[in-house]
């Protein structure tokens, strides 16, 4: 199984940027999750989907950020608007991916590397 990230790189504060997370050798995706780790700073979530089908973002990123799938191609993505200079950081997804086991799915927790993003003038 493979969880590649990408869509990292430098944004203009108030700019955007797309941040992907393709997964390859599962059979889909169950629930995502994006953290994100400033530098001297824990990681923390930044948002993820409920196991309710629902969806819940960090205080700080609400009505900016929002998470989604395309489960026909295996990817998670976070939609980032209105960046601050505050989401700088390395930013990692994490899924529940889901793997046919006989007539049943068997789950299980996948991290993707960082990618960085950069929100500076």
């Known amino acids: 199984v493979q969880l590649q990230a990408s869509g990292g790189g430098l944004a203009r504060p108030g700019g955007s940027l797309t941040l992907s997370c393709v997964a390859s050798g599962i059979f889909s995706i169950n629930l995502g999750t994006w953290y994100r780790q400033a530098p001297g700073k824990e990681r923390e979530l930044v948002a993820r989907?409920?196991?309710?089908?629902?969806?819940d973002y960090a205080d700080s990123v609400k009505g900016r950020f929002t998470i989604s799938k395309n489960n026909m191609k295996n990817t998670m993505y976070l939609q980032m608007n209105n960046l601050i200079p505050e989401d700088t950081a390395v930013y990692y997804c994490k899924i529940e991916g889901l793997h046919v086991e006989g007539l049943s799915f068997r789950s299980h927790d996948y991290w993707g590397q960082g990618t960085q993003v950069t929100v500076s003038s």
């Open positions: 989907d409920t196991s309710a089908g629902g969806t």
